[in-house]
């Protein structure tokens, strides 16, 4: 009975989602218009976190900027301003959409676009199952987002389950494929040797119709912590088939990435694959013995370049890397931990003074200070916006939130310009929050 | 009840042979027919002009005479006046006991003039509200909703019966403000035990103190405390209810005391609530109406329905509490031993926000204690009394959640390919807490003399918690167990001056507080170092006072201070054990807060006006607040907030008409970043009236009419400031009226109706939960009391 119930349902759905894709295709009128001139129109948006007021957590807006100088010059506030959203959220962009999800409870992710008349406007949403951890806009027209949610304390699990790779189409904000794989999971035999473990992705790429995985295996407690840290690991799997081409793994540095940024694994200009690894107890990787470092996977290729590892731990202005993102021209920005010795996701904090900005030179293995970036703290950030070479970044200084009474008002958030090439920054805009979780450019 | 042994009386008249020079001092008390202890009653010595006294505090009075014959006349307001003779004789002195007895026809008379108990304590110096449920009885009504009418008090509701609340006071909430019954504290007996599961029937009234908390109230109240007083006559009764309603609610009580002559008692209280809370909903989004209709497969939104009835929300619960005991014996006033039983099973129906159901998910909690209370009322003759109370509960809660697929607002299954986590998004679970509370609390009050009291108070609470999953083979939270041990202590002196004018309480109370637990780190294969023993002790000084001053015959005004913590929970000190992290280091809460206000209670017409007004002021530091850190979270001190705010209420009453209003408007500012604290109604009030017509139908009969008028101002969820005006999220402004219509014949049988939101307006305590809509409520309740009372 329930059944009969139950495909009647999904037959009215399907015709539903086929009635609705059809009409909404016809009145779309905010998706590209290859009239318009893309540089005439450029229009930025950030995702905004203020500051904790009282006893409840920050709050995230969708912000629209007027021009790229609201982000070097004078203050940045949602005062009257910016699109509230409703608890933590994660923020990313592909082709003309910026995308805002929900953690935990809050399964829904919402698009917003720039309208005919340039405000930027929600475009619809659409719920997944627990929390979609890890994004990358594959190409303008699609982005990937997976699900890591680890809760294997079934005692009748025979197995992992797998993990939900959604496909989200860039243009209408809608789900349209999700596909399921197990990357690389263990249920394990329930020795101290033999773990279970379950993929949590770091980052994505898409290279040659592969998608290159990085990920840390995370044992399914829910606590966040990683089994067998002493090695990178990569899965490639088949795109958009997802169907499993080789796992690769590298002992000369732990596994790849730190939870919450998706840039674990970048591509570069030339098709090479580049990888961090952070080996930080205030990262949240705990027991790593390897050096924190960088890896690559050569163009073409399908396993780590032995003959590369950049050991920025090791290296002259060096140490442990908290995130990386790829930039260009072999150059990457990257921020350091000062002090390992502070307990584990110390990190991540808000506001401190415990990261220092570096560019490491991934072609000639060199870890340069950015000079006009003070000591700070930055949590989870969307892949780094560039612009003519610039990358802009927000960063928050101010006295590390601590066990004791500390005081967000007296910390200071900027957005800094950096000049990768020389390795020095501007002080821009003043961010009356505690940080600028994205800053996007949209060309409609 | 005699007070005096033999041994004293001839050590007194020893005495007063000694100091007297030939007057004798006659001793006695006055008491009525339960025994109860008469004070202020006048006593003349007829014989002799300007001969007289009045009893004291404990009935008890004193009289100097000559050796002789003479008749005492004692009389007290709504008792009938009494003629005693008495032979003054230095060889037979006796203890005179004098009975009054309850002029009944004085006391219909007497009702309009004579306080109360509630305006008693009203007319305490301390800012308090007491609220009395002898009309509220015949209705369909909880506690929580009671307290709703109070001025400064929101509670804030996510459902229908049963539903979590989130009780607010001043801008106080959560443990900060503590729940009293009879003045033991219900802190940490889950929620079972809430007020909202209590019927209004079942008590006699409650208490609502307003940030200065008196100390036999003993708890870590940061922002106030809510006292229900249960029936306390020596009577027997019974009191029976049964009310049904829409959502197929239904609710019963039995409250019952039985007293013998020979001063054995038994006490009974239970109550039964069920409900499917089926109402219907308009929106699930803070923003978007409708109920959006979602692809199964993709989540992708498909069709949109005005409207859906909530499916999983039912909620059941149950208690009795039976004591047995003794009272009126010469070595003990009261001494009862209690147990009590309570349970209740909750459908979850959506997490904070209802954007996604949950169709499976539950929680159940109980609780079983036993208890004892020991009261005297005169220690050694001197007038001291002494209160105990000793409890020890177990209580147990858990949280099921192993379907492994999720639901849809239809009600219907949605499939998932992961069948490994529960609905919630999380692991499965049979999470169950299992928690153990010590309580002792003793109470001491000495008077010096009517105008100087001494009030000791001494409250020991102890939890202990211990977290298991039995559907779980890794590592549950509060798997490690921890224990808060409380000891408060508290002492304080009223003085009364200038004809009782005057009332002053100034008063100290010493928290003391350990903390301990063994926090287990998993990764460590060292055995030495694999545990840590926490402990966290604080030690704490509050202080207070609360002084009135009757300026006119009219006209009282009140000002109180206290400065007040609130020691850190178990979770919040030690976390969980998985991503909510300890905080060894964490310090109590801290508040200090100020109440000014007047009490003016003129005669207008043939009106009895009360207006009630009172200016607050709280200040409160080292307010904890959950740090995010990558994963995982731990609590700090970290904000600062302060609250101002003026509360009003204005009453009139005459013959059998009353009309009522109250107000309150409150500003809270985080006062580290000069912002206001957005998510807390600020501007919220109720208006009350009704009629009685007496001699309704038939000459016992008595019909009562009433309306009720609630009202919360539009605030936002998130700032007062940020974001676009349009943009931003706002619990929409709050305005919803009751009706209730009930007949009684002789308050013995009574049947009531109620309507309540009698527009169907859509209402919302918190962001895009909507509260039900119109329902309708019907009340049967029998009321029996022996005629003949118990000397």
Not at chain 1, 306 to 332: C, Q
Request: net charge negative.
């Amino acid at each position: 009975m329930k059944n009969l119930k139950w495909s009647v349902n999904i037959i009215a759905i399907m015709i539903a989602l086929v009635t609705t894709f059809s009409c909404s295709s016809d009145d779309n009128g905010n998706g590209l218009d290859p009239n318009r001139n893309p540089v005439a129109n450029a229009k930025y948006a950030v995702g905004f976190q203020t500051l904790p007021v009282g006893q409840s957590g920050p709050v995230d807006y969708m912000l629209e900027l007027s021009s790229l100088e609201s982000l070097t010059s004078g203050e940045l506030t949602v005062e009257g301003q910016g699109i509230p959203q409703t608890g933590w959220r994660f923020f990313h962009q592909a082709g003309n959409t910026i995308f805002t999800a929900g953690y935990v409870e809050d399964r829904t992710c919402i698009s917003y676009q720039f309208d005919e008349n340039g405000d930027l406007k929600k475009v619809t949403d659409f719920v997944y199952q627990t929390t979609l951890n890890n994004y990358l806009a594959v190409d303008n027209n699609t982005l990937l987002a997976v699900e890591l949610a680890f809760g294997v304390d079934d005692p009748a699990a025979t197995a992992i389950p797998d993990r939900n790779f959604y496909l989200i189409n860039a243009e209408t904000g809608l789900v349209e494929d999700i596909k399921s794989h197990a990357v690389d999971s263990s249920i394990g035999d329930g020795t101290a040797q033999n773990p279970p473990y379950i993929p949590w992705v770091t980052g994505m790429v898409v290279r040659d119709a592969k998608l290159f995985l990085s990920y840390h295996k995370y044992f399914p407690d829910g606590n966040g912590n990683a089994i067998a840290v002493d090695k990178a690991y990569v899965a490639i799997l088949k795109y958009p088939e997802f169907e499993l081409e080789k796992l690769i793994e590298d002992d000369r540095t732990s596994s790849i990435g730190t939870n919450g940024p998706s840039t674990g694994i970048e591509q570069a200009e030339n098709g090479d694959i580049y990888s961090y690894s952070s080996s930080s107890v205030a990262s949240g990787v705990l027991d790593a013995t390897k050096p924190s470092g960088v890896l690559r996977i050569k163009n073409g290729e399908t396993d780590f370049d032995s003959s590369y590892f950049f050991d920025v731990e090791n290296a002259p202005n060096g140490g442990k890397i908290y995130w990386m993102d790829y930039i260009g021209n072999g150059k990457a920005l990257a921020r350091i931990v000062l002090d390992d010795s502070l307990p584990q996701w110390a990190a991540f904090r808000e506001q401190g003074e415990q990261l220092k900005l570096v560019v490491l030179d991934l072609i000639s293995q060199t870890v340069t200070n950015v000079q006009g970036v003070p000591p700070h703290a930055n949590r989870y950030s969307s892949p780094t916006f560039v612009e003519d070479g610039k990358a802009y970044i927000s960063a928050r200084t101010g006295e590390l939130l601590n066990d004791s009474s500390t005081n967000v008002a007296d910390g200071e958030t900027y957005v800094y310009i950096v000049d990768v090439e020389t390795a020095t920054a501007v002080k821009g805009a003043k961010v009356n929050g505690f940080a600028l979780k994205g800053i996007f450019k949209v060309t409609n | 009840m005699v007070i005096l042994k033999r041994k004293s009386s001839i050590l007194f008249v020893f005495f007063a042979v000694l100091f007297c020079n030939g007057q004798e001092v006659v001793k006695g008390i006055v008491v009525d027919q339960n025994s109860t202890p008469i004070l202020g009653a006048s006593i003349k010595v007829v014989e002799l002009k300007n001969k007289g006294t009045s009893s004291d505090f404990d009935g008890k009075f004193r009289i100097k005479l000559p050796e002789g014959s003479y008749t005492l006349q004692t009389s007290f307001v709504g008792y009938k006046t009494v003629l005693t003779t008495i032979n003054v004789n230095i060889s037979e002195m006796s203890f005179i006991k004098i009975l009054l007895t309850e002029n009944v026809e004085e006391l219909n008379d007497v009702i309009v003039k004579g306080k109360t108990e509630a305006q008693r304590i009203r007319e305490k110096a301390f800012e308090v509200e007491v609220l009395e449920t002898k009309e509220l009885k015949n209705i369909s009504v909880d506690i929580n909703s009671l307290l709703n009418t109070v001025p400064g008090v929101v509670v804030r509701e996510s459902g229908g019966l049963g539903s979590n609340f989130n009780f607010s006071l001043n801008g106080f909430s959560g443990s900060q403000v503590k729940f009293f019954i009879d003045g033991i504290p219900q802190d940490n007996l889950g929620t079972s035990l809430t007020f909202n599961n209590f019927p209004a029937t079942l008590i006699e009234r409650a208490e609502v103190y307003k940030g200065v908390v008196p100390i036999y109230l003993g708890a870590d109240a940061l922002g106030g405390a809510v006292n229900i007083i249960t029936n306390q006559k020596k009577k027997t009764f019974l009191d029976v209810s049964y009310d049904a309603g829409s959502f197929n609610t239904h609710r019963a009580t039995l409250n019952g005391s039985y007293f013998n002559k020979k001063g054995l008692a038994f006490k009974i209280i239970s109550f039964y609530n069920y409900s499917d809370n089926t109402y219907t909903i308009n929106q699930i989004d803070p923003k978007e109406e409708g109920i959006i209709v979602r692809d199964p497969l993709l989540g992708n939104p498909i069709d949109t329905l005005s409207s859906v009835k909530r499916f999983h929300d039912a909620y059941q619960s149950q208690m009795v509490q039976a004591r047995l005991g003794l009272v009126d014996k010469t070595y003990v006033d009261e001494l009862f031993l209690g147990v009590t039983a309570s349970s209740n099973s909750n459908e979850i129906q959506h997490g904070i926000l209802p954007r996604t159901p949950f169709g499976a998910v539950e929680t159940e909690e109980s609780v079983r204690s036993g208890s004892l209370i020991f009261r005297k009322d005169s220690m050694l003759n001197l007038p001291v009394k002494l209160r105990v109370y000793g409890e020890l509960a177990q209580i147990s809660s858990k949280v099921i959640d192993t379907f492994s697929n999720n639901y849809n607002w239809q009600g219907e299954i949605v499939e998932r390919n992961d069948q490994t986590r529960g609905e919630r998004g999380g692991a499965k679970t049979l999470f169950t807490f299992d928690d153990q509370r010590h309580l002792i609390n003793a109470s001491l009050q000495h008077a010096f003399d009517s105008n100087k009291k001494m009030y000791f108070n001494y409250t020991k609470n102890y939890l202990r918690r211990k977290g298991s999953d039995a559907f779980s083979t890794l590592r549950s939270p509060f798997e490690d167990p921890h224990s808060i041990d409380k000891n408060i202590f508290g002492l304080a002196f009223e003085v009364e001056a200038l004809q009782k004018r005057w009332e002053t309480t100034v008063f100290s109370k010493l928290f003391l507080a350990s903390i301990e637990g063994v926090i287990e780190d998993e990764f460590n294969s060292n055995e030495a170092t694999r545990f840590t023993d926490y402990k966290n002790t604080s030690q704490e000084w509050g202080y207070g006072a609360a002084s009135s001053f009757q300026i006119h015959n009219d006209l009282k005004a009140k000002i109180s201070y206290e400065k007040t913590f609130r020691i850190p929970e178990g979770y919040e000190l030690f976390g969980d054990g998985l991503l909510l992290k300890s905080n060894p280091f964490l310090k109590p809460e801290e508040s200090r807060n100020i109440n000014a206000g007047f009490l003016w209670t003129p005669k207008l017409g043939n009106f009895q006006v009360d207006v009630d007004v009172n200016m607050f002021l709280r200040n409160t530091k080292n307010l904890f607040f959950l740090l995010p850190e990558g994963v995982t979270a731990r609590y700090i001190n970290l904000a600062e907030i302060r609250n101002v705010g003026i509360e009003g209420e204005v009453a009139m009453e005459h013959h059998n008409f009353y009309i009522a209003i109250n107000s309150t408007y409150q500003y809270v500012t985080d006062v580290i970043q000069d912002a206001r604290v957005a998510n807390r109604p600020y501007f919220f009030g109720n208006f009350n009236t009704g009629y009685a017509f007496e001699n309704f139908f038939s000459k016992k009969g008595r019909l009562t009419v009433s309306w009720d008028t609630f009202f919360t101002e539009k605030f936002p969820f998130q700032s007062f400031t940020d974001g676009n005006p349009e943009d931003r999220f706002f619990v929409p402004q709050q305005l919803s009226h009751n009706i209730q219509l009930g007949y009684s014949i002789e308050d013995k049988y009574n049947i009531s109706i109620q309507a309540r939101n009698i527009t169907n307006a859509r209402v919302f305590d918190n962001i895009a939960v909507q509260k039900p809509g119109r329902a309708f409520f019907v009340k049967l309740r029998y009321f029996l009391k022996t005629t003949k009372s118990k000397i």
